[in-house]
């Protein structure tokens, strides 16, 4: 009878440890626009290597860079529905969604690189994170995209006057397509992977990026002036399907969120070097740099945040502006 019963125990530890072995890992499936060797998609390599190695392989990352699972609004989408686990967007365009996201955008907010990170780190924009978990997405932290800055075909950037009747692209977000058109060019979004065939055929004069994008991309393949006029600070939210979330045991959520918070650091201090020094590599392309006086900038974008009163209330707006004052 003991042996029966010693053999039963030992089948059923067997079984146990055969179906703990063999389980299939939990896989994060994660969209990214830009291309392999930008700072995001970087980090995202971060990620994936402490997320795998501290979860002994029982969570897998997978990676695709490129817009191969589709645009900002796709992969947004596909989070949402849960057919993508993972993706970052700026912002603005999350804000379609959860509209107080997008007060980030809003034109000359932020200074320098720090004034953002302590504001992004902050129980104010922490209640509004928030507000987009009823959407389905939750937001694990912030990557930064860095200071948005003009670049066009036509014409040097001096003035305001320099921006009017510039046909300009920008991403799918309503704060910034207001503020380039505040400016006085003609401003109309697009998604990302088809920028650079549209400034290639003269579909659009010019864009706004910030500038280790505009470098990794070969923007000055096909534009010739780049204006540092810091208008935004692109914001970066990168969001993990809410379902999937609560899917994971208490210790893989610890594991997940301490993995994206060094990616995030990693992500940050990237963005912020490669702002230093490309600057002087676009002009080694052959780019024309200049640096207008912005404070005709700032006057022509304050109707911007009037014009968002009624979406982000006059508090907030206040908040964010005199937050790092």
Sequence with gaps: MKKGLILIILLTLLISLS???FAAPKVIKSSWVTSADTPRVLAAK???TFVEDWSNGTIKV?????GQLGGDRDAIEG???GTIQMTTASAGIYATLAPKLGV????????NFEEVWAFLDSDINKEIDATLIPQGLRILGYFDNGFRCMTNSKRPINTVEDVKGLKMRTPENPVLLATINALGANASPLPWPELYMALQQGAFDGQENPIPLIYTAKLYEVQKYLCIDNHV???MPVTINEKFWQSLTEKEQEIVQKAMDYAVLFDR?????QTEQNVAALEAKGMVVTYPDLGPFVEATKPVAEEYVDVYGEDLIEAIYNFNK
């Design 79 to 81: 989070v949402k529905l």
């Design 233 to 235: 600070f692109d914001a």
């Design 62 to 66: 997978e990676i695709f860079p490129e």
């Design 104 to 111: 980030t955008s809003l034109p000359y907010v932020f200074k």
């Design 269 to 273: 201090n990237l963005v912020k070097q």
């Design 19 to 21: 179906i703990t072995t």
């Design 46 to 48: 971060v990620f994936k």
